[in-house]
């Protein structure tokens, strides 16, 4: 008999769900990432720490580009909109995307902000998430890659301190190279720990102070467009750059 | 602190088994990998912080943590916590086979018996 109100015995049953929790984000970023290969555009995931120098990065990415590819981004900040600011400044249309107390983006918050867009046609839409080297790393946007902006000041073991956002990344941008006649920074023990954590490790150095670097950003760019491209023309053979990841 | 919205979207996706079989919730089984960027202890506090309002409200919560394991995709061969992540042998890069998982397995219900 039921103890509340009597109506009855009550079983228990088990309900196998095996999904992920964050299923319904994988969906809208699936969506997203339709959109995007639709339109024929990169879409970039790029993280990396609060001061790594992701904003610095974009700005010296359009002088670098000299309006051969049109750029366009949003911006993930808890409290401003500065850095949309700054990269329309440099001539990359920008949208912020004011996250409150939230310290990631979600492919919900990317979704509203590409139907609210100030762009028009695009090559390459660079999503700069929060400043957060944690909780970024677990949300699929819906991008073609995801980019870790890591500054040369923030010390030799961040990636094995911080292997699922470095995990996650297909490149890493090691920022603020221009700074490293002036540290004690191996940046080989840097490649070291990438090696323990990226199964493809990647590393740039660049300096969007010097421009050091920023030319072999742009030839990355570049060849992920084209890989866009082809696998744009073979959609059957086409599978998510960063879907959903593995479900044990 | 994004456990608390995985522990937003997990209420969620319980009440849509339990709310239509008019279903009190007894035990969430839920897998959570080492290297799913999940802290465990954070997403127990914050079911417990989030449960009383909703129907989870006296629901435990079971977690499976699962280890990290990288392996070659090409022989298969596993590869020693925290090594560089290439075969060793045939130097392809290797593949994560468990560890990123944040998933709910299971959901123990007590439904009416009508």
């Not at chain 1, 046609?121 to 819906?142: K, Q, R, S, W």
């Amino acid at each position: 008999m039921c103890d509340t109100c009597g109506c009855g015995d009550r079983e228990l049953v088990a309900v196998e769900v095996h999904e992920r929790i964050l299923a319904g984000n994988d969906a809208m970023a699936a969506h997203n990432r339709a959109h995007f290969v639709a339109e024929g555009v990169l879409a970039i995931n790029l993280m990396g720490s609060p001061g790594s120098g992701k904003t610095a990065l974009l700005e010296a990415t359009a002088r670098a580009s000299g309006g051969r590819l049109r750029l366009g981004a949003v911006s993930g900040d808890l409290a401003t909109d500065r850095d949309a600011a700054r990269l329309n400044r440099a001539g990359i249309p920008s949208r912020a995307i004011t996250t409150g107390s939230a310290c990631h983006l979600d492919a919900k918050m990317v979704h509203a902000a590409l139907h609210d867009a100030p762009w028009g046609a695009l090559d390459v839409f660079f999503i700069e998430n929060v400043g957060n080297l944690v909780c970024p790393a677990i949300y699929d946007l819906g991008q073609a890659a995801c980019v870790v902006a890591l500054a040369v000041t923030e010390g030799e073991d961040k990636p094995i301190k911080y292997p699922v956002m470095f995990k996650t990344a297909d490149l890493v941008l090691l920022t603020k190279c221009d700074l490293l006649p002036h540290l004690e920074v191996d940046v080989a023990a840097i490649e070291d720990g990438l090696a323990r954590v990226m199964p493809v490790p990647r590393m740039i150095q660049v300096s969007a102070r010097t421009g050091e670097g920023v030319d072999a950003w742009l030839a990355w760019l570049a060849a992920r467009r084209a890989a866009l491209k082809v696998r744009a023309q073979a959609p059957a053979l086409d599978a998510p750059a960063r879907g959903p990841a593995h479900v044990g | 602190m994004h456990e608390y919205g995985i522990v937003a979207a997990l209420v969620e996706r319980v009440a849509e088994e339990a709310a239509p079989r008019r279903a009190r919730v007894r035990r969430l089984h839920v897998a959570i990998g080492e290297l799913a960027g999940v802290d465990v202890e954070l997403l127990r506090t914050a079911y417990d912080t989030f449960r009383p309002a909703t129907l989870c409200a006296d629901a435990e919560l079971d977690v499976r943590a699962v280890a990290a394991a990288w392996s070659c995709p090409g022989c298969a061969r596993a590869l020693a916590p925290g090594a560089p992540l290439q075969c060793p042998v045939c130097g392809r890069p290797a593949r994560l086979t468990a560890g990123d998982e944040i998933v709910l397995e299971r959901i123990e219900l007590e439904v009416p018996d009508v």
